[in-house]
Protein backbone atom coordinates (compact mmCIF):
# COMPACT_ATOMS: atom_id res chain seq x y z
CA UNK A 1 0.00 0.00 0.00
CA UNK A 2 1.22 3.43 -0.95
CA UNK A 3 1.46 5.81 1.61
CA UNK A 4 0.46 8.85 0.15
CA UNK A 5 -2.60 7.33 -1.26
CA UNK A 6 -3.63 6.78 2.60
CA UNK A 7 -2.83 10.08 3.49
CA UNK A 8 -1.43 9.08 6.91
CA UNK A 9 -1.15 11.55 9.83
CA UNK A 10 1.06 12.20 12.37
CA UNK A 11 0.27 10.86 16.19
CA UNK A 12 2.69 12.50 18.47
CA UNK A 13 5.72 14.99 17.85
CA UNK A 14 8.50 16.39 20.38
CA UNK A 15 11.41 17.99 18.34
CA UNK A 16 13.61 15.30 18.58
CA UNK A 17 11.04 12.57 17.67
CA UNK A 18 7.82 11.97 15.27
CA UNK A 19 5.68 9.23 14.98
CA UNK A 20 3.04 8.18 12.73
CA UNK A 21 0.94 4.86 12.20
CA UNK A 22 0.65 3.34 9.46
CA UNK A 23 -1.54 -0.13 8.51
CA UNK A 24 0.81 -2.97 8.62
CA UNK A 25 0.10 -3.38 4.84
CA UNK A 26 2.17 0.10 4.03
CA UNK A 27 5.87 -0.48 2.71
CA UNK A 28 7.93 1.87 4.35
CA UNK A 29 12.00 1.18 4.78
CA UNK A 30 14.08 2.54 7.37
CA UNK A 31 16.06 5.28 6.17
CA UNK A 32 13.05 6.47 3.64
CA UNK A 33 12.73 10.63 3.52
CA UNK A 34 8.63 11.65 4.74
CA UNK A 35 7.60 14.66 3.47
CA UNK A 36 5.12 16.23 6.57
CA UNK A 37 2.68 19.32 5.77
CA UNK A 38 1.93 21.30 8.35
CA UNK A 39 -0.72 23.59 6.79
CA UNK A 40 -1.35 25.50 9.44
CA UNK A 41 1.52 26.77 10.46
CA UNK A 42 2.71 26.94 6.29
CA UNK A 43 6.05 24.78 6.94
CA UNK A 44 7.07 21.03 5.25
CA UNK A 45 9.03 19.76 7.40
CA UNK A 46 10.81 16.44 6.62
CA UNK A 47 11.94 13.37 8.29
CA UNK A 48 13.42 10.09 8.34
CA UNK A 49 12.42 6.68 8.91
CA UNK A 50 14.58 5.40 11.77
CA UNK A 51 12.49 2.84 13.41
CA UNK A 52 9.59 0.57 12.82
CA UNK A 53 7.50 -1.46 15.44
CA UNK A 54 4.66 -3.36 15.83
CA UNK A 55 3.23 -1.58 19.12
CA UNK A 56 -0.85 -0.95 19.31
CA UNK A 57 -1.39 2.80 20.05
CA UNK A 58 -3.23 2.96 23.28
CA UNK A 59 -6.81 3.16 22.13
CA UNK A 60 -6.19 1.31 18.92
CA UNK A 61 -8.40 -1.58 17.57
CA UNK A 62 -6.61 -4.39 17.63
CA UNK A 63 -8.05 -6.27 14.80
CA UNK A 64 -7.15 -3.78 12.67
CA UNK A 65 -3.39 -4.23 13.01
CA UNK A 66 -0.90 -1.54 12.51
CA UNK A 67 2.79 -0.28 12.25
CA UNK A 68 4.04 2.38 14.35
CA UNK A 69 6.60 4.42 12.81
CA UNK A 70 9.41 6.97 14.46
CA UNK A 71 11.10 9.37 12.35
CA UNK A 72 13.89 11.63 13.40
CA UNK A 73 13.35 14.85 12.23
CA UNK A 74 15.76 16.67 9.25
CA UNK A 75 14.64 19.88 9.45
CA UNK A 76 11.53 22.07 7.33
CA UNK A 77 11.26 24.47 4.40
CA UNK A 78 10.44 28.24 5.56
CA UNK A 79 8.00 30.31 3.47
CA UNK A 80 10.89 31.23 1.50
CA UNK A 81 11.97 28.04 0.78
CA UNK A 82 15.09 28.10 2.76
CA UNK A 83 15.97 24.68 4.44
CA UNK A 84 16.06 25.05 8.45
CA UNK A 85 17.08 22.70 11.10
CA UNK A 86 14.32 21.39 13.35
CA UNK A 87 13.65 23.81 15.19
CA UNK A 88 10.34 23.87 16.03
CA UNK A 89 7.62 20.41 15.75
CA UNK A 90 5.04 20.03 13.08
CA UNK A 91 1.40 20.26 14.18
CA UNK A 92 -0.03 17.04 15.33
CA UNK A 93 -2.21 15.49 12.09
CA UNK A 94 0.13 17.04 9.60
CA UNK A 95 -0.17 15.33 6.41
CA UNK A 96 2.36 12.73 5.76
CA UNK A 97 3.49 11.53 2.38
CA UNK A 98 6.49 10.95 0.52
CA UNK A 99 8.34 13.48 -1.22
CA UNK A 100 9.17 13.31 -5.30
CA UNK A 101 11.87 15.11 -6.43
CA UNK A 102 11.16 19.32 -7.00
CA UNK A 103 10.06 18.58 -2.81
CA UNK A 104 14.24 17.85 -2.88
CA UNK A 105 14.95 21.03 -4.85
CA UNK A 106 16.30 22.14 -1.68
CA UNK A 107 18.64 19.49 -1.18
CA UNK A 108 19.93 19.09 -4.90
CA UNK A 109 20.70 22.69 -4.70
CA UNK A 110 23.32 21.90 -1.79
CA UNK A 111 25.13 19.01 -4.25
CA UNK A 112 28.42 19.28 -5.43
CA UNK A 113 29.40 18.54 -8.70
CA UNK A 114 31.49 14.71 -8.42
CA UNK A 115 28.21 12.62 -8.83
CA UNK A 116 28.43 9.17 -7.06
CA UNK A 117 24.88 7.85 -6.98
CA UNK A 118 21.56 8.28 -6.88
CA UNK A 119 18.88 9.06 -3.55
CA UNK A 120 17.94 6.21 -2.08
CA UNK A 121 14.11 5.70 -1.79
CA UNK A 122 12.39 2.41 -0.02
CA UNK A 123 13.99 -0.81 -2.13
CA UNK A 124 15.06 1.83 -5.05
CA UNK A 125 16.45 5.40 -5.75
CA UNK A 126 14.16 8.55 -6.16
CA UNK A 127 14.39 9.05 -10.10
CA UNK A 128 15.89 12.71 -10.43
CA UNK A 129 17.59 13.20 -6.95
CA UNK A 130 21.82 12.93 -7.76
CA UNK A 131 24.10 12.59 -4.93
CA UNK A 132 26.97 14.43 -5.70
CA UNK A 133 29.89 15.50 -3.44
CA UNK A 134 31.32 19.00 -3.33
CA UNK A 135 34.93 19.36 -4.99
CA UNK A 136 35.96 21.81 -3.32
CA UNK A 137 35.52 19.98 -0.10
CA UNK A 138 38.28 17.20 -0.95
CA UNK A 139 41.17 18.98 0.90
CA UNK A 140 39.00 18.79 4.59
CA UNK A 141 39.34 15.12 4.03
CA UNK A 142 37.01 12.13 3.33
CA UNK A 143 36.64 8.75 5.26
CA UNK A 144 35.10 5.60 3.28
CA UNK A 145 34.28 3.32 5.87
CA UNK A 146 32.40 -0.47 5.23
CA UNK A 147 33.30 -3.87 5.41
CA UNK A 148 35.33 -6.00 3.25
CA UNK A 149 32.95 -6.84 -0.36
CA UNK A 150 30.92 -3.71 0.44
CA UNK A 151 31.79 -1.44 -2.17
CA UNK A 152 34.88 0.80 -0.60
CA UNK A 153 36.73 -0.16 -3.70
CA UNK A 154 33.78 0.55 -6.55
CA UNK A 155 33.10 3.58 -5.13
CA UNK A 156 36.84 5.06 -5.19
CA UNK A 157 35.87 3.89 -8.93
CA UNK A 158 32.72 6.43 -9.29
CA UNK A 159 34.43 8.87 -7.37
CA UNK A 160 37.88 8.89 -9.55
CA UNK A 161 35.69 8.03 -13.28
CA UNK A 162 33.93 11.92 -12.04
CA UNK A 163 36.90 13.23 -11.40
CA UNK A 164 38.20 12.34 -14.31
CA UNK A 165 35.46 13.77 -16.37
CA UNK A 166 35.28 17.04 -14.08
CA UNK A 167 39.41 17.81 -14.03
CA UNK A 168 38.96 20.28 -10.94
CA UNK A 169 41.43 18.43 -8.70
CA UNK A 170 44.19 16.14 -8.92
CA UNK A 171 43.70 12.34 -7.12
CA UNK A 172 46.82 10.38 -6.39
CA UNK A 173 45.85 6.36 -5.83
CA UNK A 174 48.03 3.08 -4.97
CA UNK A 175 46.83 0.32 -6.47
CA UNK A 176 48.64 -2.33 -5.14
CA UNK A 177 46.11 -4.97 -6.84
CA UNK A 178 45.69 -3.92 -9.97
CA UNK A 179 42.43 -3.53 -9.60
CA UNK A 180 41.95 -0.01 -10.66
CA UNK A 181 43.82 0.27 -13.66
CA UNK A 182 42.66 -2.76 -15.50
CA UNK A 183 39.69 -4.59 -13.73
CA UNK A 184 39.96 -8.05 -13.55
CA UNK A 185 37.82 -11.15 -13.88
CA UNK A 186 35.45 -12.02 -10.74
CA UNK A 187 34.16 -15.29 -11.89
CA UNK A 188 32.06 -14.61 -14.81
CA UNK A 189 31.54 -10.98 -14.55
CA UNK A 190 34.43 -8.74 -15.58
CA UNK A 191 35.13 -5.76 -13.25
CA UNK A 192 36.13 -3.10 -14.83
CA UNK A 193 39.16 -0.66 -14.46
CA UNK A 194 39.92 2.84 -14.67
CA UNK A 195 41.59 2.93 -18.55
CA UNK A 196 38.18 2.08 -19.44
CA UNK A 197 36.94 5.20 -19.29
CA UNK A 198 38.17 5.64 -23.03
CA UNK A 199 36.05 9.25 -23.53
CA UNK A 200 38.38 10.84 -20.50
CA UNK A 201 41.84 9.23 -21.16
CA UNK A 202 43.67 12.23 -20.88
CA UNK A 203 42.32 12.70 -17.24
CA UNK A 204 44.04 9.96 -16.16
CA UNK A 205 48.17 8.78 -15.88
CA UNK A 206 48.84 5.50 -14.90
CA UNK A 207 52.98 4.99 -13.31
CA UNK A 208 53.35 1.02 -13.26
CA UNK A 209 55.92 -1.16 -12.54
CA UNK A 210 54.69 -3.72 -15.48
CA UNK A 211 56.56 -5.16 -17.78
CA UNK A 212 57.65 -2.45 -20.64
CA UNK A 213 55.38 -4.42 -23.58
CA UNK A 214 52.23 -4.91 -20.94
CA UNK A 215 52.58 -0.83 -19.88
CA UNK A 216 52.60 -0.08 -23.82
CA UNK A 217 49.63 -2.17 -24.20
CA UNK A 218 47.84 -0.20 -22.09
CA UNK A 219 49.43 2.80 -22.31
CA UNK A 220 51.32 3.05 -19.22
CA UNK A 221 54.35 4.87 -18.00
CA UNK A 222 57.06 3.38 -15.94
CA UNK A 223 56.93 3.97 -12.22
CA UNK A 224 60.60 5.28 -11.05
CA UNK A 225 61.45 6.51 -6.92
CA UNK A 226 65.30 7.26 -6.89
CA UNK A 227 67.33 6.83 -3.70
CA UNK A 228 66.97 10.72 -2.79
CA UNK A 229 63.19 10.54 -2.79
CA UNK A 230 63.65 8.36 0.87
CA UNK A 231 64.54 9.06 3.85
CA UNK A 232 66.22 7.75 6.60
CA UNK A 233 63.03 7.93 8.86
CA UNK A 234 60.95 6.02 6.54
CA UNK A 235 62.45 3.07 8.23
CA UNK A 236 60.59 4.12 11.17
CA UNK A 237 57.14 3.05 9.90
CA UNK A 238 58.10 -0.07 7.71
CA UNK A 239 59.55 -1.46 10.22
CA UNK A 240 58.80 -1.94 14.43
CA UNK A 241 62.29 -0.31 15.59
CA UNK A 242 63.17 -0.75 18.85
CA UNK A 243 64.43 2.45 20.93
CA UNK A 244 68.13 1.97 20.08
CA UNK A 245 67.53 1.53 16.27
CA UNK A 246 64.88 4.66 16.27
CA UNK A 247 67.93 6.97 17.69
CA UNK A 248 70.06 5.92 14.89
CA UNK A 249 67.05 6.54 11.92
CA UNK A 250 66.65 9.92 13.93
CA UNK A 251 70.07 10.86 13.55
CA UNK A 252 70.65 10.11 10.17
CA UNK A 253 67.05 11.51 8.84
CA UNK A 254 68.33 15.37 7.21
CA UNK A 255 70.76 13.23 5.27
CA UNK A 256 70.05 12.69 1.38
CA UNK A 257 68.90 9.41 0.80
CA UNK A 258 71.33 8.63 -1.45
CA UNK A 259 74.23 9.28 0.74
CA UNK A 260 72.41 7.23 3.39
CA UNK A 261 71.74 3.91 0.63
CA UNK A 262 74.84 4.44 -0.60
CA UNK A 263 77.22 4.45 2.77
CA UNK A 264 75.06 1.60 4.37
CA UNK A 265 75.17 -0.42 0.68
CA UNK A 266 78.64 0.20 -0.69
CA UNK A 267 80.63 1.00 2.57
CA UNK A 268 78.71 -0.78 5.24
CA UNK A 269 79.05 0.14 8.92
CA UNK A 270 82.04 -2.85 9.36
CA UNK A 271 83.92 -0.13 7.17
CA UNK A 272 83.19 2.51 10.43
CA UNK A 273 86.16 3.68 12.24
CA UNK A 274 86.51 2.70 15.72
CA UNK A 275 85.12 5.46 18.36
CA UNK A 276 88.28 5.73 19.71
CA UNK A 277 90.82 6.78 17.11
CA UNK A 278 90.43 10.67 16.35
CA UNK A 279 90.64 11.20 13.01
CA UNK A 280 87.46 11.15 10.89
CA UNK A 281 86.05 12.42 7.73
CA UNK A 282 86.77 8.80 6.06
CA UNK A 283 85.01 7.64 3.07
CA UNK A 284 82.32 8.81 0.68
CA UNK A 285 80.47 10.12 3.33
CA UNK A 286 82.65 11.80 6.36
CA UNK A 287 79.39 13.20 7.85
CA UNK A 288 77.56 10.10 8.28
CA UNK A 289 80.45 8.16 9.53
CA UNK A 290 81.25 10.57 11.95
CA UNK A 291 77.19 10.43 12.96
CA UNK A 292 77.79 6.79 13.10
CA UNK A 293 80.58 5.99 14.93
CA UNK A 294 79.63 6.39 18.26
CA UNK A 295 76.45 4.04 17.97
CA UNK A 296 77.04 -0.11 18.56
CA UNK A 297 77.76 -1.99 16.01
CA UNK A 298 74.62 -4.10 16.65
CA UNK A 299 72.21 -1.77 16.49
CA UNK A 300 73.77 -0.43 12.95
CA UNK A 301 74.14 -4.04 11.87
CA UNK A 302 70.04 -3.95 12.11
CA UNK A 303 69.81 -0.78 10.30
CA UNK A 304 72.10 -2.03 7.24
CA UNK A 305 70.22 -5.06 6.78
CA UNK A 306 67.05 -3.16 7.02
CA UNK A 307 68.31 -0.63 4.32
CA UNK A 308 69.46 -3.33 2.06
CA UNK A 309 65.84 -5.04 2.50
CA UNK A 310 64.29 -1.50 1.16
CA UNK A 311 66.66 -1.58 -1.73
CA UNK A 312 66.21 -5.33 -2.59
CA UNK A 313 62.52 -5.31 -1.99
CA UNK A 314 61.76 -2.28 -4.44
CA UNK A 315 64.26 -2.83 -6.88
CA UNK A 316 61.65 -2.92 -9.34
CA UNK A 317 60.56 0.63 -9.12
CA UNK A 318 63.86 1.78 -6.84
CA UNK A 319 66.54 3.05 -8.66
CA UNK A 320 69.79 5.47 -7.91
CA UNK A 321 68.47 8.05 -10.09
CA UNK A 322 65.54 8.62 -12.22
CA UNK A 323 62.50 9.56 -10.13
CA UNK A 324 59.02 9.62 -11.45
CA UNK A 325 57.65 12.36 -8.82
CA UNK A 326 58.31 15.55 -10.64
CA UNK A 327 55.89 13.94 -13.18
CA UNK A 328 53.34 13.00 -10.71
CA UNK A 329 53.28 16.50 -9.18
CA UNK A 330 52.80 17.90 -12.39
CA UNK A 331 49.85 15.22 -13.55
CA UNK A 332 48.16 15.93 -10.85
CA UNK A 333 48.40 20.12 -11.03
CA UNK A 334 46.92 19.37 -14.29
CA UNK A 335 43.80 17.39 -12.28
CA UNK A 336 44.38 14.43 -13.28
CA UNK A 337 44.19 11.28 -11.05
CA UNK A 338 47.35 9.30 -10.84
CA UNK A 339 47.55 5.64 -10.26
CA UNK A 340 50.25 3.78 -8.73
CA UNK A 341 50.14 0.68 -10.47
CA UNK A 342 52.43 -1.85 -8.44
CA UNK A 343 50.82 -5.54 -8.87
CA UNK A 344 52.73 -7.79 -6.56
CA UNK A 345 55.22 -5.34 -4.51
CA UNK A 346 54.34 -6.24 -1.17
CA UNK A 347 52.92 -4.25 1.56
CA UNK A 348 55.91 -2.56 2.74
CA UNK A 349 56.57 -1.27 -0.92
CA UNK A 350 53.47 0.19 -1.43
CA UNK A 351 53.42 1.90 2.26
CA UNK A 352 57.00 3.60 1.35
CA UNK A 353 55.94 4.19 -2.30
CA UNK A 354 52.79 6.18 -0.34
CA UNK A 355 54.30 8.08 1.88
CA UNK A 356 57.10 9.43 0.11
CA UNK A 357 54.88 10.05 -2.89
CA UNK A 358 52.96 11.80 0.00
CA UNK A 359 55.77 13.78 1.15
CA UNK A 360 56.67 15.33 -2.04
CA UNK A 361 53.26 16.33 -2.97
CA UNK A 362 52.72 18.66 0.55
CA UNK A 363 56.31 19.92 0.59
CA UNK A 364 55.46 20.90 -3.04
CA UNK A 365 52.26 22.17 -2.15
CA UNK A 366 53.46 24.06 0.61
CA UNK A 367 56.10 25.73 -1.35
CA UNK A 368 53.45 26.85 -3.91
CA UNK A 369 51.18 28.45 -1.12
CA UNK A 370 53.93 29.80 0.21
CA UNK A 371 55.32 31.59 -2.77
CA UNK A 372 51.99 32.54 -4.03
CA UNK A 373 50.16 33.61 -1.77
CA UNK A 374 46.76 34.72 -3.41
CA UNK A 375 46.02 31.93 -5.75
CA UNK A 376 43.47 29.19 -4.45
CA UNK A 377 46.00 26.15 -4.06
CA UNK A 378 45.38 23.61 -6.71
CA UNK A 379 43.64 20.54 -4.85
CA UNK A 380 45.00 17.32 -4.72
CA UNK A 381 43.06 14.13 -3.08
CA UNK A 382 45.70 11.56 -1.23
CA UNK A 383 44.15 8.03 -1.52
CA UNK A 384 44.76 5.86 1.39
CA UNK A 385 43.75 2.12 1.71
CA UNK A 386 43.62 0.52 5.10
CA UNK A 387 44.35 3.50 6.22
CA UNK A 388 44.46 2.12 9.85
CA UNK A 389 48.05 1.09 9.22
CA UNK A 390 49.19 4.70 8.88
CA UNK A 391 46.82 6.21 10.88
CA UNK A 392 45.93 3.89 13.78
CA UNK A 393 46.77 5.60 17.22
CA UNK A 394 48.81 8.60 18.15
CA UNK A 395 52.35 7.18 18.41
CA UNK A 396 51.74 4.28 15.71
CA UNK A 397 50.70 6.95 12.89
CA UNK A 398 52.90 8.08 10.10
CA UNK A 399 54.20 11.38 10.51
CA UNK A 400 53.28 12.74 7.14
CA UNK A 401 50.11 11.33 6.73
CA UNK A 402 49.42 13.16 10.02
CA UNK A 403 50.69 16.06 8.58
CA UNK A 404 48.60 16.00 5.99
CA UNK A 405 45.50 15.75 8.17
CA UNK A 406 46.32 18.63 10.47
CA UNK A 407 47.45 20.85 8.32
CA UNK A 408 46.85 20.10 4.12
CA UNK A 409 43.95 21.49 4.00
CA UNK A 410 45.71 25.15 3.61
CA UNK A 411 47.81 23.80 1.11
CA UNK A 412 45.07 21.66 -0.81
CA UNK A 413 45.65 18.38 0.19
CA UNK A 414 43.09 16.24 1.05
CA UNK A 415 43.23 12.68 2.73
CA UNK A 416 40.48 10.12 1.47
CA UNK A 417 41.17 7.36 4.28
CA UNK A 418 39.53 4.24 2.98
CA UNK A 419 39.19 1.73 6.05
CA UNK A 420 37.32 -1.36 6.92
CA UNK A 421 38.13 -1.05 10.44
CA UNK A 422 37.74 2.93 11.49
CA UNK A 423 37.59 1.91 15.55
CA UNK A 424 41.25 1.64 15.05
CA UNK A 425 42.07 4.88 13.49
CA UNK A 426 43.16 7.67 15.74
CA UNK A 427 39.55 9.50 16.91
CA UNK A 428 41.35 12.52 16.53
CA UNK A 429 41.85 12.30 13.03
CA UNK A 430 38.44 11.02 12.79
CA UNK A 431 37.05 14.56 14.22
CA UNK A 432 39.11 15.96 11.26
CA UNK A 433 37.21 14.10 8.30
CA UNK A 434 34.40 16.49 6.77
CA UNK A 435 32.70 13.97 4.50
CA UNK A 436 32.01 10.87 5.70
CA UNK A 437 30.70 7.80 3.32
CA UNK A 438 29.44 5.30 5.37
CA UNK A 439 28.57 1.60 3.74
CA UNK A 440 27.62 -1.36 5.70
CA UNK A 441 29.74 -1.78 8.97
CA UNK A 442 28.89 -5.49 10.24
CA UNK A 443 30.71 -4.49 13.44
CA UNK A 444 28.78 -2.30 16.37
CA UNK A 445 31.79 -0.36 17.74
CA UNK A 446 32.95 0.79 14.28
CA UNK A 447 29.68 2.02 13.71
CA UNK A 448 28.99 4.04 16.75
CA UNK A 449 32.75 5.50 16.27
CA UNK A 450 31.94 6.45 12.97
CA UNK A 451 28.08 7.85 13.77
CA UNK A 452 29.77 9.67 17.06
CA UNK A 453 32.68 11.54 14.74
CA UNK A 454 30.63 12.64 11.54
CA UNK A 455 30.59 16.49 11.75
CA UNK A 456 26.52 15.66 11.31
CA UNK A 457 25.49 13.17 13.95
CA UNK A 458 24.74 9.67 12.52
CA UNK A 459 23.74 8.23 15.51
CA UNK A 460 19.74 8.05 15.07
CA UNK A 461 20.62 6.57 11.74
CA UNK A 462 22.08 3.67 13.69
CA UNK A 463 19.61 1.01 12.90
CA UNK A 464 19.84 2.13 8.72
CA UNK A 465 23.68 1.98 8.79
CA UNK A 466 23.23 -1.05 10.51
CA UNK A 467 21.40 -2.51 7.57
CA UNK A 468 22.90 -1.34 4.86
CA UNK A 469 23.40 -3.65 1.88
CA UNK A 470 26.28 -3.50 -0.78
CA UNK A 471 26.79 -0.43 -2.44
CA UNK A 472 24.27 1.74 -0.13
CA UNK A 473 25.97 4.50 1.41
CA UNK A 474 25.28 7.00 4.24
CA UNK A 475 26.96 10.01 2.63
CA UNK A 476 27.48 13.18 4.99
CA UNK A 477 28.88 16.31 4.27
CA UNK A 478 29.68 18.92 6.09
CA UNK A 479 27.15 21.76 4.90
CA UNK A 480 24.78 19.70 3.16
CA UNK A 481 20.77 19.83 5.10
CA UNK A 482 21.09 16.23 6.41
CA UNK A 483 23.26 12.84 5.84
CA UNK A 484 21.91 11.37 2.40
CA UNK A 485 20.99 7.85 1.85
CA UNK A 486 22.53 6.78 -1.21
CA UNK A 487 22.82 4.25 -4.20
CA UNK A 488 26.51 4.50 -5.19
CA UNK A 489 26.49 3.90 -8.78
CA UNK A 490 27.81 0.81 -10.16
CA UNK A 491 30.98 1.06 -11.86
CA UNK A 492 30.50 -0.70 -14.80
CA UNK A 493 26.99 0.54 -15.34
CA UNK A 494 28.35 4.37 -14.58
CA UNK A 495 31.14 3.35 -16.91
CA UNK A 496 28.76 2.71 -20.04
CA UNK A 497 26.89 6.07 -19.22
CA UNK A 498 30.01 8.14 -19.44
CA UNK A 499 31.66 6.84 -22.38
CA UNK A 500 28.46 6.84 -24.15
CA UNK A 501 27.16 10.55 -22.90
CA UNK A 502 30.62 12.46 -23.95
N1 LIG B 1 27.20 0.42 -5.76
C1 LIG B 1 27.18 -0.88 -6.07
N2 LIG B 1 26.16 -1.40 -6.76
C2 LIG B 1 26.12 -2.69 -7.08
N3 LIG B 1 27.08 -3.59 -6.76
C3 LIG B 1 28.13 -3.15 -6.06
C4 LIG B 1 28.24 -1.78 -5.68
N4 LIG B 1 29.39 -1.62 -5.00
C5 LIG B 1 29.98 -2.83 -4.97
N5 LIG B 1 29.22 -3.76 -5.60
C6 LIG B 1 29.58 -5.16 -5.81
O1 LIG B 1 30.16 -5.67 -4.65
C7 LIG B 1 31.40 -6.29 -4.92
C8 LIG B 1 32.44 -5.88 -3.89
O2 LIG B 1 32.66 -4.51 -4.00
P1 LIG B 1 34.08 -3.84 -3.73
O3 LIG B 1 35.17 -4.61 -4.38
O4 LIG B 1 33.94 -2.42 -4.08
O5 LIG B 1 34.16 -4.03 -2.15
P2 LIG B 1 35.29 -3.56 -1.14
O6 LIG B 1 34.58 -2.91 0.00
O7 LIG B 1 36.32 -2.77 -1.85
O8 LIG B 1 35.88 -4.93 -0.65
P3 LIG B 1 37.36 -5.25 -0.11
O9 LIG B 1 37.36 -4.84 1.33
O10 LIG B 1 37.43 -6.71 -0.30
O11 LIG B 1 38.33 -4.48 -0.93
C9 LIG B 1 31.81 -5.84 -6.32
O12 LIG B 1 32.20 -6.94 -7.07
C10 LIG B 1 30.62 -5.17 -6.90
O13 LIG B 1 30.15 -5.86 -8.01
MG1 LIG C 1 38.40 -2.99 -2.12
Known sequence: MSI???????????????????????VLFVGDILKLTDSDKGFVFYAKVTDITHDTPPGADAADPTLCVNLHPLGLVDHDGGFRPPITAPTNFSLVSRPDSADLDFLKRSMGDLEVGQMRAGLGVLEGVTVSLPSETLSSHMGVFATTGMGKSNFMKVLCASAMSLRKFGVLMVDPHGEYVTGYRLRDRRIKGLIEYTEAKQGISVYSTRPPDERKRYGLKELRLEHDDFRMGDLGFLYDLSLPLV?????????????????????GVDSLPSPLKTTSGIGRHPEITDTLRTYALGPLHMIQRRVETIVEENRVFFHRYGSSIPAIIEDLAQNKVVLIDIPGVGERGELFALSTMTRAILNAHKQHTLSEEETIPQQVMIAIEEAQRVLANANQSTQVFRECVMEGRKFGVGLCLVTQQPKNIDPRILAQLNTYIVMGLSDQQDRNIVAGNAKQNLTSMSNEIQTLARGDAVISIQGTPFPVSTRIHLFEDYLDRLNVAS
Open 4 to 26: DAAGFRLISTSVLNYRIVVPSTA
Open 247 to 267: EVVESLDSHPGSDVIDFFINE
